[in-house]
């Protein structure tokens, strides 16, 4: 009997690192289920990627979107179990924690977490929970970030953001041993995605009669800075395909530009030694009257 073809669900797929995720696993061989919000980009998909690549238009924040796109992957696999799911989308909200409006938070929270919740509730039946299906048990990978582990000044949304999902795929992965189900966890630092490339637009007006508006700026600058000069997408990608495909992959990837000092530094060093770092970086020491 010929082998199955290996299929994957990749959201967020319509640029940056969930494109270049769909991209590498299509050029696999894998058939990829690909999630995207709109019509155009699900064309443009197919067009650059080919057949292998079926468009799922859906959103993360729309239970009834991605319950439609769970029903046509099983349609599609036929009774058979789906090899991957690749929580990948996600979105980033800056600005102070005092100042920051609770409706903008909202909206991180339920993309970046309640989104993935979603998505994995939705899918996880294909994934070998339905034993009914055929084949073995797929792989869970969540993307988080380095904001995972650690915080950045007013970033503090995105970093509650993926200090959840760490949080909720450490417990899932325990869980989803019963069905022997892995989940693994990627965590970059800087990618040159547009996630980033908009750091520019960023919107520091509203917090300009705070006194945090002169390190936003600073920090506004270093974003812009750092996420074009971060890693390529097919990087990220590549260690997304081999978390799929190797037989004992780790729990968690760290994938950090300058390594020693955006990571193993600041983990090995005293807490407060490193806040003191950062706020005298970006002017954020407590100025005395």
């Known amino acids: 009997m010929p082998t199955p073809q290996r299929t994957a669900v990749v959201t967020g797929a319509s640029t940056g690192i969930g ?72 979105i980033a909200v800056a600005g102070p924690m005092l100042n920051v409006p609770l409706e903008d938070f909202q909206q991180q929270m339920d993309v970046n977490v309640t989104g993935i919740v979603r998505v994995t509730q939705a899918f996880g039946p294909l994934l070998g929970v339905d034993e009914s299906l055929e084949g073995g048990p797929g792989r869970i990978v969540m ?58 637009e960023i919107d520091a007006e509203p917090y300009r009669e705070t006194r945090f508006y002169d390190a936003l700026l600073r920090i506004r600058g270093w974003m812009a800075k ?33 390594r020693l000092t955006n990571w193993s530094l600041p983990k090995l060093l005293p807490g407060r030694l490193v806040d003191n770092m950062v706020a005298k970086r970006v002017g954020l020491q407590r100025k005395y009257r």
């Not at 970033?155 to 909720?168: M, R, T």
């Not at 750092?226 to 990608?237: D, L, Q, T, V």
Request: proline residues 6%; hydrophobic residues 45%.
């Open 143 to 200: 993307m988080s970030s380095v904001a995972g582990e650690m915080a950045a000044p007013f970033l503090g949304p995105y970093s509650a953001s993926k200090h959840a999902v760490e949080g909720l795929s450490k417990a899932l992965r325990r869980e989803l041993m019963l069905y022997g189900i892995q989940v693994v966890v990627i965590g970059p630092g800087a990618v040159a995605t547009p996630i980033w490339a908009k750091a520019e």
């Open 19 to 90: 494109h270049a995720c769909t991209a590498r696993l299509a050029a696999e061989g894998w058939r990829v289920f690909a999630g995207v919000r709109k019509t155009a980009d699900a064309e443009r998909l197919v067009a650059e990627l080919g057949e292998a690549v079926i468009p799922l238009i859906m959103d993360v924040t729309d239970t009834a979107t991605v319950q439609a796109a769970a029903e046509t992957v099983r349609t599609t696999l036929a009774g058979r179990t789906l090899d991957g799911l690749v929580n990948n989308a996600g």
């Open 226 to 258: 750092n996420g074009p000069e971060g890693f390529p997408p097919e990087k990220i990608a590549d260690r997304v395909f081999r978390s799929l495909t190797e037989d004992k992959p780790r729990l968690r990837y760290a994938i950090v530009p300058q």
